[in-house]
């Protein structure tokens, strides 16, 4: 299919692995040894089966969730799912193994995981109250609402790239300029502790008069 998933398993210390020769005749040497052996047969006969359904996911002919969806009703028993499950352990085996292995994997696996629940933190502490419910009840009010958390966030995130921008320029020298660009590359723009959530928006002339010398793009030149 041309890409891959990269999960943060739970417990993968006490996940399965599977082998395609019989797991008692692994090697002694093996610092960490499979649980079962890989049903080889039962992904050859179905081979060309799982190559349609891959075919039809890659053309767009069927979502694969449509195609997933179809499959579970199917018994457990049907051989199309049991060749899925069986070419799926093979996938999850090889992931795991290099998961253990793979020290900068992880290290990737886990940043990108804190972004996504930095993201929603960031929208809790936006959407004040209950985030995870609309106290709207018309679509088109949810809509309206959904799109002025939309607005404070990335009003939030254009102020602080404004802000670092504006630390940089000010850097002393090259050292420090390279030092700051550095912590910004490995940090997340989604900041929002400086920004008081339950505060009085106030946008007269006077309140809205720069206070901290970041100029909004077009006049900073």
Same mark, same amino acid.
């Given at each position: ?19 395609? =020769? ?28 799982? $190559?349609? $359904?891959?075919?039809?996911?890659? $053309?767009?002919?069927?979502?694969? !969730?449509?195609?997933?969806? %179809? $499959?579970?009703?199917? !018994? +457990? ?37 804190? &972004? ?33 958390? %939309? ?14 921008? +504006?630390?940089?320029? &000010? ?5 420090? +300029? &390279? ?11 989604? !900041? ?11 946008? !007269?002339?006077? =309140? ?10 077009? &006049?900073?030149?």
């Amino acid at each position: 299919m041309g890409f891959s998933f990269a999960p943060r398993i739970k417990g993968v210390g006490k996940q399965t692995l599977y082998i395609f =020769k019989p797991k008692n005749q692994a090697d002694d040497d093996w610092a960490i040894r499979p649980d079962k052996t890989i049903n080889e047969a039962i992904i050859r006969e179905n081979w060309d089966d799982l $190559l349609r $359904l891959m075919a039809t996911i890659k $053309l767009k002919e069927n979502t694969a !969730s449509d195609i997933f969806r %179809r $499959l579970n009703s199917y !018994s +457990r028993q049907h051989a199309l799912y049991q060749a899925m499950k069986a070419f799926g352990q093979i996938i999850k085996s090889l992931f795991i193994l290099r998961y253990i292995d793979d020290l900068t994997l992880r290290q990737a696996i886990e940043r990108q995981l804190n &972004k996504v629940v930095l993201a929603n933190r960031f929208t809790r502490a936006v959407a004040v109250g209950n985030p995870r419910e609309f106290t709207q009840v018309k679509k088109e009010e949810q809509e309206v609402a959904e799109a002025c958390n %939309r607005l404070i966030k990335n009003s939030i995130i254009c102020w602080n790239y404004l802000y670092l921008t +504006r630390q940089v320029e &000010k850097a002393p020298d090259t050292e420090t +300029r &390279k030092n700051l660009l550095r912590l910004i590359a490995s940090h997340s723009p989604m !900041s929002w502790a400086h920004i008081n959530m339950l505060g009085e928006y106030d946008f !007269s002339e006077e =309140k809205l008069r720069d206070t901290l010398g970041i100029l909004p793009p077009k &006049k900073a030149a």
